[in-house]
């Protein structure tokens, strides 16, 4: 699991707040993802960057922004969120964009 | 459109009995299977994955699991569970336009000593 890193944990957050979740992968993957975990929900894929592009954005809120500085490194900036964000965000990195996918722990995020 | 279906939100099994947690898809083409386990205030970890090849994929932790192409199904076993086996579960399918992969809802499974 220490393959790809996720920080914070926990974020608790008021809906004019600007807050930024930051993923790391060590595994030399090319490609990264953002998920959004609801309960008893499939997860809802959000973005996904090969080699540093963005290649998906499945209809998310602009008050989400991602950014990927490098293959290793996915951000995910959070601003003006509303309650039913709330959510656990994980992160996940692939060798190949469809490859088996690894993640990590996730933010377990509240807005309030 | 392409899916999977978890039919059971929940599988009660007694510790040392046999498992399955069940998985159906729909997509058009050759399908690439996953199962991902995932525990309390964890992220998902990779089980196994079917490509081609033999119908009976074996995984970690003693699982496996068996394509059957008539049924769309790619169902997860174990011989004999473990109350550690206790978690959430998920099926996924790799979507063929895009690549990206389709999940279900997740099953949640319960190993009772």
């Known amino acids: 699991e220490t393959g790809v890193t996720q920080t914070p944990r926990h974020l608790v957050m008021g809906m004019t707040n600007k807050k930024s979740l930051k993923c790391e992968q060590h595994?030399?993957?090319?490609?990264m993802y953002w998920y959004k975990q609801s309960a008893k929900k499939p997860l809802e894929l959000m973005f996904v960057y090969n080699f540093k592009e963005q290649t998906e954005n499945n209809s998310v809120p602009s008050r989400f922004s991602p950014e990927c500085p490098n293959s290793s490194h996915l951000f995910l900036h959070l601003h003006t969120l509303q309650p039913e964000d709330s959510a656990l965000y994980l992160c996940?990195?692939?060798?190949?964009?469809?490859?088996?996918?690894?993640f990590g722990p996730g933010t377990r995020l509240l807005v309030l | 459109a392409q899916s999977v279906a978890q039919p059971e939100d929940q599988v009660n099994v007694a510790e040392g009995n046999p498992l399955t947690v069940k998985c159906t898809y729909s997509?058009?083409?050759?399908?690439?299977l996953f199962w991902y386990v995932q525990y309390p205030n964890r992220g998902l970890q990779f089980l196994l994955k079917y490509i081609t090849g033999d119908n009976l994929v074996k995984g970690s932790y003693g699982f496996e699991a068996e394509f059957n192409k008539s049924q769309t199904s790619f169902h997860l076993k174990k011989p004999s569970a473990l109350v550690s086996d206790s978690a959430l579960y998920f099926c996924a399918v790799r979507d063929l336009s895009n690549y990206q992969l389709i999940w279900g809802a997740g099953t949640k499974l319960i190993i009772k000593p």
């Open positions: 595994l030399g993957h090319n490609a």
């Open positions: 997509v058009s083409g050759n399908p690439y």
């Open positions: 996940a990195s692939s060798q190949g964009n469809g490859e088996t996918q690894y």
